[in-house]
């Protein structure tokens, strides 16, 4: 009777993200912080109500959220810009704007561990004098003092978990995103907490059960991470639990119900699990999304969940039994059910070398669908694609692109070595594998060898660079959002606390400088004949504005079709709800004028 | 602990507006229309749970909300940045883009009446055709057909209800505020709701309850407004209900209880109640605030409420019975309690002939109190100040004013004949109520004559102007939001369907010459010889630009000191967040320069 059209570009972005939360002890009081009303804010809600309303209004995002234990007020992280320079904030109890508490110059960073149960001390690491390493210190908020705990050495190191009295400390040292140590300090004793911190494994997730024994999880000797515990008095460390093939993540404790609560990277999804320390019974739970970001296990044994998957934008669960849940938050894409959404297939192909590779398959619904294909590989590059709702998958989709993004050799969810395949070899292996997907897309007459398109971010962007670089001949147009260009420039000009561990994930630029040259995309300038369209933020401290710039600058003086959008008031990733529809509007256009 | 400074502004202006809602007939869903994501968008809500999630994205104000009885698509109206030129919106179920469905020329006006039990036919009155008087056509959306159904004649004229069968229709017609007839007209046959159409009175919210019996309310004969009916069969008048010294306002019906609720106006405060009409029964209802903007009966009985307190932002409650209520939205100030707000004090004061006046007396906590008074005339002028939250007066309560708004002679809510007082004296009684009100601040030892600052909008914004002209010894400084500066100019740029009334509530502009010339701000041009703020929103279709054009460049031709803040998006007031802070920092900047 009223005909309306099909949903517009508009309505995929009005979806908001929440990227953390919290629950007060009480269970009374549920923050988080969401770009629900345009920009990055604190809301709360005063459960069972679930009607939100603005907490803390600070326009920026937001890197952590802890009530303090006595309820007198909240802290809350939050940076400038997405410059990643977290400063920790005080909020009266009752709401209010943030007042930097832990802070000083725009340019340092202060990250938050832990508060003391009677909420007067706060254990947080700073930038301050030891940019590269961080140091640890104490907050008294009683008597105003600030004392050094520990002087971060060799490589950032950070202060992980704090004993109930105060006096052990878990430090976790990286030195790659798959060698992080983990050493307890008591006094002046310091014990590893796996058996050879020489050996490369990780170890984070440390918790004190008692005030002499740690749980945390680690892959030290095995392909999965498992949950291990170390026993203070007799330094005995000792596996715990494992799940077959799969990688434990986010341990919680409930002392109540003395149990454990994680979860599982299994591929593309996670999956919860409740584990009994008396029984030692190992129960899987029902989770309410696909992929869970964070995980909140209240003293009741409460679960609260926040979540999302290919079809669902970030909501936040609660369930009391991990069986059934209950939907807190309503987030969802305006005027679109789940039905008018694509489930993703999880297919997989053999690259170059016989190895297997996990992909993501989005399909176009046939009425749709306009027979291009947008290939995505993922950023990171240590991380996956996986079962979660971006609104720009589903926007692209719902314009008719399919859309195929690989987890190649790098990803995480594959195990331990799979991950380490990418360890200096950015360029080689990963790009093969992603060459390998395409094909398998022309093979499986998926994709027309005339109609796809090449859309990365991050280490997506500087693999959608180098894949045109080398590649051109597969793409329509090319994509790049935040890439680096030149990895001699990139390695020296990410954060001081991410250069200790360049070494092992890149490699050194004078010792591999053939290397670096080979897999930096500027060196492939000549083969970038594809119209381009680069996005950068102007903030990013991870792949500086300058990546950006040289690639376009140096496109503009080959006469190439390149596009470029600086985001003034952005870093690494697009936060702010105005700017988040220019980008993506921006790109449907640039893709769309390209199909001819 | 921690010290928090006092609220800033900011917070008080995180507050949203609900400006109106509607409930499915099944009770399963709400939909709102707010700025609680800084524009004004409609919001729903899946009862029992509140979480609210966009509905429609139109950054538009929402004149209405009806629900398809068949639950196909919702119906709304949306005017352009204030204009008040509302056109009739389809939103498909699920929610979604508006689209235009009874539309034309940006500058034609669309106003919803009815829609049939099928869905299918949708009564309305448009400026189409009709500027000044409006016509009323039906669109049927089964065929398409768009057929005029009333030509309006002599005065604006309205259809305000139609039967169950369709077949009969009431229309109201207004000659002012103070004088509104109503008819119902079937086939050939048209006869007045009251005995005398002559008589002036008004009447309004007509229901059917069957085919033959039409309730309304009207002041025909008395003070106060009270519900009649009307027999179409006998053609027979007859008063039903009175509340003594109360107007009753907003009438619904409810089948299945055989009853009818009600507002009523009782000076500064409503009352709810609800009238059985098998016993007869009048019952006051507890009503969950003060100020009520609309209430809603859902078949069931439920009822559902719009409304504010001085210290209560807008909310909407629900309630079963009327005495227990369950707030579902939660709009309040960030950061702040009710009792760190302040509730007024409802004084009285005799005028300059001994009539009384009624006003509200917000006194600045002592901790907060800087020594100022605000001086606060209401728009109107026939409304009146009532205990309804103001993010503005709050905020101006936090920083230390006191704030006095009177209900000088022409305000509602205290009788019929009291309304009438202004009607054709805009500038001599209510000028000298609101003198006496001043004398009565300072013979209380409220205000100290040289601490008294002046802020109105609308007819408050012409009565700070007179007052500045006439009395500028009593105050610092003067704001004036939107105010008419010459009452020849105002006359003639109302909108064409306001022009009809305009003689009988300001007069006309070559008979009453003297009393125009009298009563304009402009003529006391040589009086203003104080700071002053002029604040306009250029799309104000009720007072144009042009007025705080005139009087900003006449006062600048004499060097005065005047700023002046043109909002380019917005009408007669601030819709939008962004500006709304604006505004009121601007107003709060200027006050506080000016207390030297």
Chains 1, 2 share one sequence.
Request: proline share 5%; charged share 25%.
């Amino acid at each position: 009777m009223i005909e309306f059209p099909k949903p517009t570009v508009d309505q995929f972005f009005r979806t908001y993200v929440i990227t953390n939360f919290a629950v007060s002890s009480d269970e009374e009081r549920l923050i988080f912080s969401s770009n629900l009303n345009g920009k990055m804010n604190l809301w709360a809600m005063n459960l069972p109500d679930t009607f939100p309303y603005l907490f803390a209004q600070k326009d920026e995002s937001c890197s952590f959220i802890k009530f303090d234990p006595q309820n007198r007020y909240v802290l809350a992280g939050f940076d400038q810009d997405g410059d990643e320079n977290h400063h920790i904030y005080a909020i009266p109890n009752e709401g209010g704007i943030p007042q930097a508490l832990i802070s000083g110059d725009a340019a340092e960073k202060y990250f938050f561990t832990d508060v003391s149960n009677d909420g007067e001390r706060i254990y947080y690491m700073t930038s301050e004098e030891n940019p590269s390493f961080l140091n640890t210190r104490v907050r008294n908020l009683a008597n105003g003092t600030d004392t050094l705990l520990n002087t971060g050495e060799v490589s950032p190191t950070e202060l992980a978990a704090v004993s109930n009295k105060e006096d052990a400390f878990v430090y976790i040292r990286a030195f790659a995103n798959t060698y992080v140590i983990g050493f307890v300090k008591t006094g002046d004793e310091q014990h590893s907490l796996t058996p050879d911190p020489d050996e490369v494994h990780i170890t984070f997730d440390p918790i004190f059960i008692d005030d002499n024994t740690i749980y945390f999880i680690t892959d030290y000797e095995s392909e999965y991470s498992y949950i291990a515990k170390f026993d203070l008095a007799s330094k005995q460390f000792s596996p715990v639990v494992n799940v077959n093939d799969e990688s434990i993540q986010s341990l919680k404790w409930n002392k109540e119900k003395n149990a454990f609560y994680f979860i599982t990277e299994d591929g593309v999804q996670d999956k919860l699990y409740q584990y009994d320390l008396a029984s030692q019974d190992i129960q899987e739970l029902s989770a309410p999304v696909d992929v869970i970001d964070q995980i909140q296990v209240a003293n009741s044994g409460n679960l609260y969940v926040l979540g999302r998957s290919a079809t669902i934008p970030h909501n936040i669960f609660q369930s009391s039994d991990g069986v059934e849940w209950k939907q807190l938050t309503n987030n969802r894409v305006l005027g679109l059910t789940k039905e008018d959404m694509v489930e993703p297939d999880v297919i997989s192909y053999q690259s170059f070398d016989g190895m297997e590779m996990e992909a993501l398959l989005f399909r176009a619904k046939p009425e749709n669908d306009n027979g291009y294909t947008i290939f995505w590989p993922h950023g990171g590059p240590q991380a996956s694609e996986r079962k979660m709702f971006r609104a720009m998958f589903q926007c692209f989709l719902n314009r008719g692109y399919t859309i195929f993004a690989p987890n190649f050799r790098g990803s995480t969810g594959y195990g331990s070595s799979f991950v380490k395949l990418v360890e200096q070899d950015w360029g080689e292996g990963p790009r093969l594998d992603c060459v390998a997907g395409i094909e398998w897309l022309f093979e499986n007459h998926i994709t027309d060898r005339e109609k796809l398109f090449l859309v990365g971010g991050s280490y997506g962007g500087y693999m959608a660079l180098l894949l045109h670089g080398r590649h051109s001949d597969y793409f329509k147009a090319v994509v790049d959002i935040f890439g680096p260009s030149d990895l001699f420039t990139f390695v020296n000009s990410v954060p001081p606390h991410w250069k200790p561990i360049m070494e092992r994930w890149l490699g050194d630029p004078e010792r591999d400088k053939e290397r670096f040259i080979k897999d930096s995309p500027v060196t492939y300038l000549d083969g970038m004949v594809k119209p381009m369209l680069v996005i950068q933020g102007a903030k990013d401290p991870r792949v500086v504005k300058e990546e950006s710039d040289q690639i376009v600058a140096k496109l503009n003086d080959e006469g190439r079709d390149v596009e470029y959008l600086v985001l003034e008031d952005e870093g690494h990733g697009f936060s702010k709800k105005e700017n988040e529809i220019k980008v993506y509007t921006r790109m449907l256009d640039f893709l769309e004028k390209h199909q001819a």
